[in-house]
């Protein structure tokens, strides 16, 4: 946005003001914290549900339904705290936020694993509607950002996406192999006790990453003090001439049509399971490998941003993406 944007008042450019950033021994650490945060924070809610929805569905006794409710459930919360969340990472530090939402968000998935009643996972969804959008998604995309700097915004959040598809994959790969070890082997289902005890172990290891990225991210992402005090307040004016910009809308409509096409992902492991007749294991190893193919296509990503000009990018990816 230039100055005749923002209604002829300059607005300074954070990465500007960011030292921290420039320091090479910092900025490899800084960029895989970042990584390791921006995926394991949403495991719980959403990951988890991904590989092990066959699973998730009989331990909870619950309808796909029900577990859709539970998404809109968190889905009221997140809309909500979009709106709050940008001018919350424009007045406190990035690490403090982050490390905030990953701490709790991953503590929260200890009373997640004793299988509550569905009222308290609804409220559980709904909490990590906050935590994950108000208090981190925000401050992550600026320090995604500040970490770019002005020359290679697109580089940082495509290694960001990347490294999360990675991230994703990994994690994923982990706790099937943890999934499988706790389930017998000798019988085509699982009994009822082993595959809840094993999937408690699933989400154990879901909160402890997820509290390990929070630590990580405290000590290896910089506090941008310069930054902070750098920030414009977001006016009412301003707000009006960002919504009236068609790019704005353009951008919102392709990640409107990329999360829609990424959600269809969500149901392959209960696809493979109830109509190709795989067990959960093996559905949960079906719904991983998707995992790895999102971070294999966010690397050609990179490359086609550093190779593009990003609005020709953009337009290219609308069609494909419908």
């Known amino acids: 946005m230039n100055s005749d944007e923002a209604g002829n008042e300059s607005i300074p450019d954070p990465t500007k003001h960011n ?18 945060a921006g995926e394991s924070i949403f495991f719980l809610p959403f990951v988890i549900a991904r590989i092990f929805r066959p699973t998730l569905l009989a331990v909870f006794n619950i309808t796909n339904t029900q577990l859709g409710a539970f998404f809109s459930m968190y889905g009221i919360v997140a809309m909500a705290s979009y709106f709050f969340g940008g001018p919350l990472a424009d007045r ?4 403090s936020l982050m490390a905030v939402a990953l701490w709790l968000t991953g503590l929260s998935g200890i009373l997640f694993a004793t299988i509550p009643s569905n009222t308290i996972v609804y409220a559980l969804y709904a909490f990590w509607g906050s935590t994950t959008i ?3 998604w925000a401050a992550l995309i600026r320090a995604t950002r500040e970490w770019g700097g002005t020359q290679y915004q697109g580089r940082a959040f495509g290694y960001l996406e ?3 598809g990675l991230t994703a994959a990994l994690l994923g790969s982990i706790t099937v192999v943890i999934f499988s070890y706790f389930t017998p082997h000798d019988a085509v289902n699982s009994m009822a006790l082993d595959r809840t005890t094993a999937f408690q172990y699933v989400i154990f290891v879901a909160s402890a990453i997820t509290c390990i990225s929070g630590a990580l991210v405290w000590f290896f992402v910089p506090v ?3 930054s902070l005090k750098h920030t414009v307040a977001i006016t009412p ?9 068609p790019v ?9 049509c990329g999360y829609v096409g990424y959600k269809i992902t969500d149901n392959f492991s209960l696809y493979v399971k109830d109509v190709l007749g795989y067990s959960e294991t093996q559905s949960a190893a079906v719904g991983t490998a998707a995992l790895w193919m999102r971070m294999a296509v966010a690397f050609v990503a990179v490359i086609l941003r550093i190779r593009l000009v990003g609005q020709k990018l953009s337009l290219l990816a609308l069609p494909l993406i419908c």
Do not use: E, Q
Request: overall charge positive; charged content about 15%.
């Open 237 to 245: 004016a301003r707000f009006i001439k960002i919504l009236l910009m």
């Open 19 to 36: 030292r921290s950033f420039s320091k090479p021994s910092l900025r490899v650490y800084t960029l895989l914290a970042l990584i390791l």
């Open 92 to 95: 406190f530090a990035t690490r």
């Open 162 to 164: 990347a490294g999360r």
């Open 248 to 256: 704005v809308w353009m951008l919102a409509v392709i990640i409107v």
């Open 134 to 136: 108000l208090l981190f």
């Open 224 to 226: 941008n003090n310069d």
